[in-house]
């Protein structure tokens, strides 16, 4: 082949290359919705990570953990993004009334649905919120507080989409968050009545009807005292799954917030511990293994043998 020929075809590949990359992007760039907002965290601090206290989808005794919590006091609390102010609410506008739950708060509406919730505010209305409709994403919304039922100054934040219809875990919106510790399935508990017994591995039992088993299961994040949720929890008993779900969104339906797969706090929670369920334990050897992963997707799994007894009903 001729260099000229050669050159021509060189020329005709490259022509061939920037044909292709154009029909393959162009239709896109024409077709671009807005996007998602671009999120940042509400808090600034090189250590952040070692102060998120609590995670979303945790127990709070009869609920959901809503949003996720950060150890703080009278830090700037941030907007996670560009948007405008949707509601507000301080103690001085109603200087008679009780206090409420959420203390001083601040939602903000975002595009394509989004909302974020900013709660124990300290002290008085920020002048971003009190003189502006709009705010930029990392614009001064408020100070972190201890106001509303918090024990220790913290914000919790809560995100959402739909306008509040849905609530996300803000892990996997924000910008990723160091976790190094994986998570730790601790204890085994049977509740008898308003008694609980610890089951260790291997363990001789006996039970004359099914009881309640929970596990409790905490994750590390940073450091083992931090003792956050978990982002997802399978339950396998004798082999068979009889719960798998994960906590990255909650949805309102029917009266009731649920896991997107379907599961209420009363499915999932038992006495501030993860429901493992009613499970009727047979005679001999049982197996409970406990399948979960944190917010960095770190697994752990953990397999309780359970020797049983069954032992006739005295009623
Ligand atoms: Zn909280």
Known sequence: MSSSVRNLFTVASFLLFFVIISVFFAPRVLRAQPSKPNFQWPIEGFDLAALITSTFGESRKDHFHNGLDISSVLQPVHSLADGYVLYSRYAEDNPFEEERGSGNIVWLAHDQGYISGYYHLAGSRHENIRTKQNVKS?????????????????LHFVLGKDYGKVLLDPMSHLPKMDDIMPPQIANLFIHVGEKFTNINDGDNINVSKAFPLTVSIF????????????????????????KKTNFDSLLFDNGKWKTSNGYSFEDLFFKDRYLVGLVNLKAGENLVKIATGDFNNQRSERTFSINVTRTSTRE
Not at 230 to 237: A, M, S, T
Request: glycine share 24%.
């Open 219 to 242: 994750d590390g994040g940073m450091k083992n005292s931090q003792r956050r949720g978990i982002r997802d929890l399978e339950i396998i008993f004798n082999g068979e799954t009889i």
């Open 138 to 154: 990392g614009d001064i919304i408020g100070l972190s507080g201890n106001t509303g039922h918090s024990s220790g100054g913290h």
